[in-house]
């Protein structure tokens, strides 16, 4: 999904932070589901690499916008974030990854115009994408 640079400013996304109630449940489900690579970070924070980008866990007590953390896991103000696969079978890997973890799947897999998606709970409550990308022409 490459498009032309367009911005003066952004060049990239620097990190994404999610609100966790559990570093080592974050490691488990990132880490070893996902298979991304996990560091500790400020001693009570996660960085996750995927590919060139950066996600951060961090527990509701590290946010910035603490204002915005009410309840056990902190409110949720995104509607999704997503990974990109290399196939439409690796959507349906995955997918089998995420049911053996026993984490819920709410839909998919299931192939749609641009592609092939599942969605899914993270073990935070967050809807997750993982899509297979492809254009129609």
Sequence with gaps: MQ?????????????LALVVDD??????????????????WRGTQLLIHVGPDLLVAKLSSDAIDKDRQQGPLGRQVLDHYGFMADSPSQVDCLAERIRAAGLEILKGPY?????????FRDP???LVEYLYYQPTP
Excluded: C, I, M
Aim: cysteine-free; proline content about 2%.
């Design 124 to 126: 935070f409550g967050n």
């Design 23 to 40: 570093l080592e449940k974050a490691r488990w489900f990132f880490g070893d589901v996902l298979g991304a690579d996990v560091e500790p």
């Design 3 to 15: 498009r032309a640079h367009k911005s003066g400013f952004l060049r990239g996304l620097g990190h």
């Design 111 to 119: 192939t749609r115009s641009d592609g092939r998606s599942v969605y």
